[in-house]
């Protein structure tokens, strides 16, 4: 079966500091993967995707086909980066299977 | 451009009854999917539709449904409705697919009392 996995519910880091957040999947193939963010009564909204191995507002997120995780990384946590986080790998065809997402915090 | 439309924001139903959400995608996107949101259960998806034609399905019962029209507009239907359907239904559109990610509308937040 097809699955994601968060492990963080919320993860509170300090204004600078690293963030780090997880998510391992279990699927057949070779899932396409992304990250989605909410910030605070904001939609849900695209932040990367590892296709295009693209870095947007510092974070970047890098497939480990080993170990089928695909964290998502920024070396300098800012206020701004407070949101949910949602990994977010295709399942068969066009359909996301989000995770259950993990509330980031960045305290001052 | 226009984002994706989500149509009722807010619509309380009583149980039994039927509702129809509506979604309009961003001008020229062909690929329009429907998630449910709760507490409990987190992002699910319902289905997602292309050029008319329901390409996916989640594994939702039957009383869930949807359409997708000529012009890419999009209506799901909840039939029969139960209390546990009550949930924020997310509407999201694509060129053409997962390739170029989705864009989310702001959902409708059904409760059903």
């Known amino acids: 079966a097809q699955r994601v996995t968060q492990p963080e519910k919320l993860l509170s880091v300090f204004k600078g500091a690293p963030v780090e957040l997880k998510c391992n999947y279990s699927?057949?193939?070779?899932?396409?993967l992304f990250w989605y963010v909410q910030y605070s009564r904001q939609r849900l909204q695209l932040l990367l995707r590892?296709?295009s191995r693209e870095s947007i507002k510092g974070f970047t997120a890098d497939l480990n086909k080993g170990e089928t995780s695909f964290h998502l990384k920024k070396p300098f946590a800012q206020e701004e980066d407070s949101a949910m986080y949602y990994c977010a790998p295709t399942g068969g065809g066009n359909k996301l299977t989000f995770g259950t997402g993990t509330q980031l915090k960045v305290e001052l | 451009k226009a984002g994706v439309t989500q149509t009722p924001r807010y619509l309380i139903k009583t149980r039994g009854q039927q509702v129809t959400l509506s979604c309009s995608p961003i001008?020229?996107?062909?690929?329009v999917s429907w998630y449910q949101q709760t507490p409990g259960q987190g992002l699910q998806f319902l289905f997602e539709y292309f050029s008319e034609t329901q390409r996916n399905k989640g594994n939702f019962p039957g009383r869930f449904s949807g359409r997708q029209f000529s012009n890419s507009r999009s209506e799901m239907n909840v039939s029969t409705l139960e209390l546990g359907d009550s949930a924020l239904y997310l509407c999201?559109?694509?060129?053409?697919?997962?390739?170029?990610?989705?864009?989310f509308g702001s959902g409708t937040r059904l409760t059903v009392v």
């Open positions: 590892h296709i």
């Open positions: 999201a559109s694509s060129l053409d697919g997962t390739e170029h990610g989705y864009t």
């Open positions: 001008s020229g996107h062909r690929s």
């Open positions: 699927y057949s193939g070779s899932p396409e």
